[in-house]
């Protein structure tokens, strides 16, 4: 499964639920929705954005060996 693929996946938790609220701010790229955002929702993904940065300066190698590392540890958790 790809980085996008599992971002995707994530995307898809419902939105009702804390977690989908928080990964849906997290997630978001639409300029006109941006604009709408709380200033505690902008926190939410500037912060989120600021840690994760780092994702865009690994190498594709690593990227693979982290997904299949996430990957392990969810079928870990869940079976």
């Not at 639920?17 to 929702?41: A, D, H, M, W």
């Not at 600021?50 to 997904?67: F, G």
Request: aromatic content about 8%; proline content about 4%; glycine content about 4%.
């Amino acid at each position: 499964m790809s980085w996008s693929e599992f971002a995707n996946l994530l995307q898809g938790i419902l939105p009702e639920t804390p977690l989908g609220q928080i990964v849906s701010i997290r997630c978001e790229e639409n300029k006109e929705i941006l604009k709408y955002f709380t200033p505690e929702q902008h926190r939410i993904r500037n912060d989120w954005r600021a840690q994760h940065s780092a994702v865009e300066d690994m190498s594709n190698a690593e990227k693979e060996k982290d997904n299949a590392e996430i990957q392990e540890m969810l079928r870990n958790a869940f079976g």
